[in-house]
Nanobody, 126 residues
Framework: QVQLLESGGEQVQPGGSLSLSCAAS????????VAWFRQAPGKEREFVAA????????TYADSVKARFTISRDNARNTAYLRMNNLKPDDTAVYYC???????????????????WGQGTQVTVSS
C-alpha cells in the first residue's frame, strides 16, 4: 500500500508560481509512476503531468506544457509539481496518483493509477 499526501496549494495571483509536493508513505514511491491530475469546479478531473519510475520520462497536458514541471526525489519518497505563469484556468484541486507498471501510452490515464491523495486546492486569482 502507498499513502499519498499532497501539500503546497494556496491562492496565488495570475502570473505567479507555486510548487506542490506529493509525499508517499507506506511502500514509498520507488518503482511507481507518479502523475498529477486536477479537477476544477463543475468539470471532470483531467491529466496534468506524469513521470516514470526513475524519472527519465515525463509527459504533460498541452495546457501546461512549458509552464509546469514534474519531478521526483525517490530518496525522499516525494514527487513535485512546479507551476509557473499560473492562469485563472489553472484553479483546481490538484491530486497526485501513483501506480506500478504503467506503460508509456497509459501515463495520462486515470484508470492506470491505483493510489490517490486527497488533493490540495490551488486558486489563481487577483
Amino acid at each position: 500500500q502507498v499513502q499519498l499526501l499532497e501539500s503546497g496549494g494556496e491562492q496565488v495571483q495570475p502570473g505567479g508560481s507555486l510548487s506542490l509536493s506529493c509525499a508517499a508513505s507506506g511502500r514509498g514511491l520507488n518503482g511507481y509512476a507518479v502523475a498529477w491530475f486536477r479537477q476544477a469546479p463543475g468539470k471532470e478531473r483531467e491529466f496534468v503531468a506524469a513521470i516514470r519510475e526513475r524519472g527519465g520520462t515525463t509527459t504533460y497536458a498541452d495546457s501546461v506544457k512549458a509552464r509546469f514541471t514534474i519531478s521526483r526525489d525517490n530518496a525522499r519518497n516525494t514527487a513535485y509539481l512546479r507551476m509557473n505563469n499560473l492562469k485563472p484556468d489553472d484553479t483546481a484541486v490538484y491530486y497526485c496518483a501513483a501506480a506500478r507498471g504503467v506503460i508509456l501510452s497509459q501515463l495520462s490515464r486515470e484508470s492506470a493509477y491505483h493510489y490517490w491523495g486527497q488533493g490540495t486546492q490551488v486558486t489563481v486569482s487577483s
